[in-house]
């Protein structure tokens, strides 16, 4: 599975929006949304930040 796979997957199952995730994290809307169709990477920091608020590792997006 791939990071925007497991990203999408793990913003429902916490039950986060879209544009609920992006305020939480300060990433806008936008990026959120290419991130997780696959149109965008990620940098290190920006991973930290969603995983944080997502109360996961990283490596649960990235493995």
């Not at 991130?35 to 944080?52: H, S, Y």
Request: proline share 2%; hydrophobic share 40%; charged share 30%.
């Amino acid at each position: 599975m791939q990071l925007a796979q497991r990203l999408r997957a793990f913003r429902k199952l916490k039950g986060f929006t879209q544009q609920e995730l992006a305020e939480r994290t300060g990433i806008s809307l936008t990026v959120l949304g290419a991130v997780e169709r696959g149109n965008r990477t990620v940098d290190p920091d920006m991973l930290n930040i969603i995983a944080q608020t997502l109360e996961i590792e990283v490596r649960e997006l990235t493995d």
